[in-house]
């Protein structure tokens, strides 16, 4: 019963208009903010910033791994908490869980065929940002006539590996507060608030004030998704990205709240009423 | 006589309380293969309540349900059964064929069946439409069609004649007795009583969450009243309270309103127009749900 409900989920996934759309903003705005922006600044100055040089560098397919991954800590992991969210939440939101649980598949099953929707959503989302990335690095340096220093296979893996991990966290996030809600709107609302609001308050004016809140930071799905694709190339310059705790402990803890927020959704979803 | 072990629907003592009032109350139900079972009672009687605790999206406070001997939430235990809960419910984004096509592999069911049952409920042609742009008569039809996805032998369905207008209301109530003449068990619940006799072979009555009367549906026609005009009004009614008495008789200005049986009107009748009365209206008037409920009950106000 598993792969049906697997495809069952996929067939949703794709047909629904507002994931694609995630996705076409997810690639805008990365390429908005780790090449437009960087591009138009490096060429724009003709007396040239002190450290255009650098600018020029990060932009150049040495650095694209980074660049792809960089944003999943804040704006492309509020993407994925929406792709999340309405995975599970349309259910509630179109009071299709009747009608779906009507046809016999335990919740169990169901949940799990989303739960590999989202990891299945947030790998393509991980490789198309991966790939746009290269293209637009290759395509400044043809432009500017620097060499293609690609990185290492290995480097390329596993910054595949983290934007996974971090886009799935973030999504099964969004899931477990569809749960917990149920429904769309009160869920991403909050799901955006933690992300792009209380996070940063922690992490700007909260950490440096308070010793047991800076500590109680370094556990939090956020820094951790930071510093796990800081240690895999992302510029610490990006917001949300921060060298707080090392890249093998971090990619530990993103995992355990992957593995947190799905347990826990499908435990509730399991015990509650479909009402 | 039934095995109570494999009827289609059997519950015991079923309940559910939501906070400190029960919605359905030690609810006994059993339900016979191939039988049309009318779910009859008024808006907020337990009906949803007691489909959803059924189909085990609702967990029952205490007592057990089984279908087909199966107990609630074993494994398979929605294996041949098929249901519409309170309003047809689909993904918008989808055309009407593509959300059977979800539904079937939520089923572990071949997408075959889906022009079948796409045929079954008339739909076939507006398939390709999003489901967005359907009426209600044709959501309540996809939800039939849903329901028949698995070539289910019980169907449960819960008032999936509400909302729609008459003729919309005429063509499910014929695809309704279709389905019940192929030889499935339908558990179907309503509000109309009207809708119960017209479909169903026996009925069981809901109010406030306890079923207070089962009966095969021709005997729900008790409660109905013999209607009489006649000229001189004031005559016709001595003569009537003097042969019935006078708690059988009623009077609404011109209409004299009979609790006897229907078979007394040709009596009746013969005998006003023999005294000398001239009778220019004399039929029988069905029950509506509220004299069903006295005549089943005892109790004068139907359940708000
Ligand atoms: N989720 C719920 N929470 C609280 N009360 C509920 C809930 N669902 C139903 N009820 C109550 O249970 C009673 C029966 O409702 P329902 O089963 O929907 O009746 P019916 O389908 O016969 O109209 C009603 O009084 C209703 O308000
Ligand atoms: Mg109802």
Redesign the pocket.
């Known amino acids: 019963m598993l792969l049906p409900n697997i495809r069952a989920e996929l067939a949703k996934a794709l047909r629904r208009p507002a994931n694609w759309l995630l996705l076409a903003i997810a690639v805008t705005l990365t390429l908005t903010f780790a090449y437009l922006i960087p591009y138009a600044g490096y060429a724009g100055g003709t007396e040239g910033p002190p450290n255009s040089d650098l600018g020029l560098k990060s932009m150049l397919p040495g650095e694209f791994v980074g660049n792809a991954i960089g944003g999943m800590p804040v704006f492309v992991g509020a993407l994925a908490v929406i792709l999340g969210v309405l995975v599970l939440g349309t259910e509630y939101s179109a009071q299709t869980w009747k009608t779906v649980l009507s046809q016999g598949p335990s919740r169990g099953t169901v949940f799990a065929g989303k739960l590999a929707a989202i990891a299945v959503a947030t790998m393509v989302l991980t490789l198309v940002l991966v790939a746009v990335s290269a293209a637009a690095s290759a395509l400044v340096a043809a432009v500017e006539g620097q060499p293609f220093d690609w990185p290492p296979l290995a480097d390329v893996a596993g910054g595949i590996g983290a934007g996974w991990l971090v886009t799935a966290m973030w999504a099964s996030f969004g899931a477990l507060l569809a749960v917990v809600f149920r429904g769309i709107a009160l869920p991403v609302g909050l799901g955006l608030v933690w992300l792009l609001a209380v996070q940063n308050l922690l992490a700007s004016i909260a950490a440096p004030l308070v010793g047991w809140i800076a500590d109680l930071q370094l556990g939090l799905p956020g820094p951790n998704a930071g510093s796990l694709v800081a240690a895999l190339g992302a510029r610490a310059d990006t917001p949300g990205v921060a060298d707080a705790v090392g890249g093998g402990q971090a990619a530990l803890v993103v995992t355990a709240y992957l593995v947190a927020f799905a347990v826990s959704g499908g435990w509730l979803l399991s015990r509650s009423?479909i009402? | 006589m039934l095995d109570a072990m494999t009827a289609p629907v059997r519950t015991d003592a079923l309940t559910k309380r939501?906070?400190g009032?029960a919605?359905?109350d030690e609810l006994n139900l059993t339900i016979e293969p191939g039988e049309v079972y009318g779910f009859l009672?008024?808006?907020?009687?337990?009906?949803?309540?007691?489909l959803r605790m059924l189909l085990g999206l609702v967990t029952p406070t205490s007592g057990t349900a089984r279908l087909h001997g199966r107990h609630l939430g074993s494994r398979g235990y929605l294996d041949d059964v098929g249901a519409l809960v309170?309003g047809p419910a689909f993904y918008p984004f989808l055309s009407g064929r593509e959300n059977l096509r979800v539904l079937a592999r939520h089923a572990g069911m071949a997408a075959a069946r889906v022009a079948a049952v796409l045929d079954e409920v008339e739909l076939t042609e507006r398939a390709s439409d999003k489901y967005a742009t359907y009426s209600l008569g044709m959501k309540q039809r996809l939800g039939i069609a849903a329901a028949l996805l698995k070539e289910p032998t019980l169907l449960i369905l819960?008032e999936p004649t509400n909302g729609l207008d008459p003729a919309g209301m005429a063509d499910m109530r014929a695809l309704l007795r279709r389905l019940g003449e192929q030889g499935r068990t339908v558990l179907l619940?309503s509000?109309l009583l009207s809708e119960v006799q017209q479909i169903c072979d026996r009925v069981g009555v809901?109010s406030r969450?306890v079923l207070v009367a089962e009966r095969p549906v021709g005997e729900l026609g008790a409660g109905g009243r013999l209607v009489l005009v006649a000229e001189p009004a004031d005559a016709a009614q001595a003569r009537l309270v003097a042969a019935y008495g006078s708690d059988r008789v009623r009077r609404h200005d011109d209409v004299i309103e009979l609790d006897v049986d229907s078979v007394a009107a040709a009596a009746i009748n013969t005998d006003l127009v023999g005294a000398g009365i001239a009778v220019s209206e004399l039929r029988w008037r069905r029950p509506n749900l509220e004299e069903v409920f006295f005549s089943l009950t005892g109790e004068s106000r139907v359940a708000a």
């Open positions: 009423d009402t | 939501y906070g009032s919605a359905v009672g008024p808006n907020a009687a337990g009906k949803t309540t007691t309170e819960d619940s509000h809901l969450g």
